[in-house]
């Protein structure tokens, strides 16, 4: 065990401030590994379980734990999933990281959800040289220059191009206003990618203006919307913001096709929202229409089953982490990292729950994306965007 | 004046939060300029004046009102400086610019001296089309993918590169230890191209570990470092937790040579750090060693003349960001912000106070920058490594 080969050598490479690690807990570990009596293979998953995105969290552990009863095992060795939280916090997420992989001694993580959480956890897998799978992330930096970072969803730069073609040649749309939150590198990145790629394809941004996270009053920011008579409104954002100004924007009569991203295709959107974000369009990575691949059949149905609801995209995605991870262990045939890492950058064609998953030697998923609207109080799909055919 | 031809126009365009549009204020503008009593050419400053990171604020604004007081013209008119505080503070930095742009009308901004702040305002002034130079921001995202924002400091990648280059090559050591503040995408990023840089020359990281911004001991990951027994300890952190690590590892008896970086290089560190930062390399921007140019002999004595101290790096950078705009503007001879656009991105061996500047269409500077090291409580210039001869 290339992490844990001493409890000197342990001590050696890295002792975190707040934690001690427990000798007698490792040498329980080493103990029954050496007599034969557990041959698992161990998983670490980190996670924001609690705090300000735990919404995430929650959704994509659940994903996970189902998709892991339909595929217990790998190599004839039964998996073991470990659980660390981290709170919605960065240095939790450093620290969750830092214990799976030397006091838990796990082969490959999974995780985080956001994109601080994942920033800080991905600096701690890539130097231990342990490969971590993000189901949710989207930053395109997540990846950046990381040699053990991988993820199964689409990046920001694809989905704010996608909605900008969307607005110009779905919609017709010329002119296009953009709401954004300055807090969140998210929205400020996304609203980038979009306003560039509209204004490649000849369409103008005639109404560009902002506010900070948990902002209530969205009043100033649509009457500059109204003011400027675009053909759409951009608004990539959370759920929370994006459900306040529908219900507001619907208030000042403004009736403009409105696209948001990935952030709002929750539940909760649905129900602070409701009548005011009907019609509402965003990208999405998930819709149960088109879980054709057996594996996604066999996932939706075990996961009703088992919790009584229908898996959303952070639950899919969380599986198809697990899924796609693996994978690429039953290819390596070995549960050494650099195997691991080898067979997860040749990740191609994966007929995953959430489509069928194509992972580059740069980490990232080259992967459908869905064109979602809100009806009825649910989310149809309107259309499927594969990046090849762009 | 294109951001203000009408108020309805200006209404239409951005409405803030927060803040009212005084018509009073901006009928006064438009009177006094139209009837030619203010020909001055407006430039916006925005800084963290107050807050968490004002140690840097009020060192890039003292170096530009000086370097005013040299150059107070372009293309015959005065030049008037108005300047934002951003408090630090993400939201209020992208106020700040929004405030500059539409209430005053600037033809360009200087700003703003960290990776937050600038952020936050680049959005803002690249959409809004007004050309941006900050002076000190070292991450390398905020020029990516924006046509309107420069720098005159070197970035990151240039500098953890050549601080692995001169750990492995001028030290001679093949054994390196991190200590990364997690909480700081700064020293996040300066490690990872430090550890890699340092791992392609042959080098080995034998020890990682982390804190996180404010915390006060440092014992376990000094500890851990012990144990390795590395050759080097790069520590690419602000300069609060830079001194107090320093003192620490010197009770603990370290003596390996110690490498940080640009965040350092304030008098803060030397009274902070006293005997104990004795000995500590760092990458830099500036030594008055070097300022060879006239222009910098110039300005270092108008300095000292008007402030009774010597200039540090962040009040030259100021200086430099403020003397690159003025001079695109005489080569602009234009105040339009696209003209200023392409002349900011065709400075060539601009003799500044820091060094010469050349800056590529893609926002950066290229220029040399200075190992420098503590001796006898003052900064003593060590070597100086030049972009192109890497």
Same mark, same amino acid.
């Given at each position: 065990m290339?992490?844990l080969?001493?409890?000197g050598?342990?001590?050696?490479?890295?002792?975190?401030?707040g934690f001690?690690?427990?000798?007698? %807990?490792i040498?329980?570990?080493?103990?029954?590994?050496?007599?034969?009596?557990?041959?698992? %293979?161990?998983?670490?998953?980190? *996670? /924001? +379980?609690?705090?300000?995105?735990?919404?995430?969290?929650?959704?994509?552990y659940?994903g %996970?734990?189902v #998709?892991?009863?339909?595929? /217990?095992?790998?190599?004839?060795?039964?998996?073991e999933?470990?659980?660390?939280d981290? +709170?919605?916090?960065?240095m939790?997420?450093?620290? #969750?990281?830092?214990?799976?992989?030397?006091?838990?001694n796990?082969?490959?993580?999974?995780?985080?959800?956001?994109?601080?959480?994942?920033?800080?956890?991905?600096?701690?897998?890539?130097?231990?040289?342990?490969? +971590?799978?993000? /189901?949710?992330?989207?930053?395109?930096?997540?990846?950046?220059?990381?040699?053990?970072?991988?993820?199964?969803?689409?990046?920001?730069?694809?989905?704010?191009?996608?909605?900008?073609?969307?607005?110009?040649?779905?919609?017709?749309?010329?002119?296009?206003?953009? %709401?954004?939150?300055?807090?969140?590198?998210?929205?400020?990145?996304?609203?980038?990618?979009?306003?560039?790629?509209?204004m490649?394809?000849?369409?103008?941004?005639?109404?560009?203006?902002?506010?900070q996270?948990?902002?209530?009053?969205?009043?100033?920011q649509?009457?500059?919307? +109204?003011?400027?008579k675009?053909?759409? *409104?951009?608004m990539?954002?959370?759920?929370?913001?994006?459900?306040?100004?529908?219900?507001?924007?619907?208030?000042?009569?403004?009736?403009? /096709?409105?696209?948001?991203?990935?952030?709002?295709?929750?539940?909760e959107?649905?129900? *602070?929202?409701?009548?005011d974000?009907?019609?509402?369009?965003?990208?999405?990575?998930?819709?149960?229409?088109l879980?054709?691949?057996?594996l996604?059949?066999?996932?939706?149905?075990h996961?009703?089953?088992?919790?009584?609801?229908?898996?959303?995209?952070?639950?899919?995605?969380?599986?198809?982490?697990?899924f796609?991870?693996?994978?690429?262990?039953?290819?390596?045939?070995s549960? &050494?990292?650099?195997?691991? &890492?080898?067979?997860?950058?040749?990740t191609?064609?994966?007929?995953g729950v959430?489509?069928?998953?194509?992972?580059?030697?740069?980490?990232?998923?080259v992967?459908?994306?869905?064109?979602?609207?809100?009806?009825?109080?649910t989310?149809?799909?309107?259309?499927t965007?594969?990046?090849?055919? &762009?």
């Amino acid at each position: 065990m290339e992490t844990l080969q001493s409890a000197g050598s342990l001590m050696t490479r890295k002792v975190f401030n707040g934690f001690l690690v427990s000798f007698i %807990i490792i040498c329980v570990a080493l103990c029954t590994t050496a007599s034969g009596e557990d041959n698992s %293979i161990k998983l670490g998953i980190y *996670l /924001p +379980m609690s705090g300000s995105s735990s919404v995430y969290g929650q959704a994509v552990y659940q994903g %996970i734990k189902v #998709a892991h009863t339909i595929r /217990p095992t790998v190599l004839n060795r039964p998996v073991e999933l470990i659980l660390a939280d981290t +709170m919605s916090k960065k240095m939790e997420a450093a620290n #969750a990281v830092e214990m799976l992989i030397k006091t838990d001694n796990v082969r490959a993580i999974i995780g985080e959800a956001t994109t601080n959480g994942t920033i800080a956890g991905a600096a701690i897998a890539d130097w231990s040289k342990i490969p +971590m799978v993000s /189901p949710t992330t989207t930053n395109p930096h997540i990846t950046h220059n990381r040699t053990y970072i991988f993820r199964v969803c689409f990046n920001d730069t694809f989905q704010g191009e996608a909605a900008a073609d969307y607005a110009y040649k779905t919609l017709g749309a010329r002119k296009a206003a953009v %709401i954004i939150d300055i807090a969140q590198d998210y929205s400020v990145g996304l609203a980038n990618v979009f306003e560039r790629a509209f204004m490649s394809r000849g369409g103008r941004v005639v109404s560009h203006t902002y506010f900070q996270t948990s902002d209530q009053d969205f009043t100033m920011q649509l009457q500059a919307v +109204m003011a400027a008579k675009p053909d759409v *409104l951009y608004m990539p954002n959370y759920f929370r913001e994006v459900a306040k100004a529908c219900r507001q924007a619907k208030k000042l009569g403004i009736n403009v /096709p409105i696209i948001s991203a990935d952030g709002v295709q929750t539940k909760e959107l649905l129900e *602070l929202g409701g009548d005011d974000v009907e019609g509402l369009i965003f990208t999405g990575h998930f819709d149960k229409s088109l879980a054709v691949t057996p594996l996604a059949r066999q996932y939706l149905n075990h996961f009703a089953a088992a919790t009584g609801k229908d898996a959303g995209p952070y639950e899919v995605l969380g599986a198809d982490a697990y899924f796609v991870l693996i994978d690429a262990i039953e290819r390596a045939k070995s549960v &050494r990292s650099t195997k691991i &890492r080898s067979a997860l950058a040749l990740t191609n064609g994966f007929k995953g729950v959430s489509g069928v998953i194509t992972i580059g030697s740069d980490g990232n998923a080259v992967k459908n994306l869905v064109f979602m609207q809100v009806k009825e109080g649910t989310f149809q799909h309107l259309t499927t965007v594969n990046p090849i055919d &762009r």
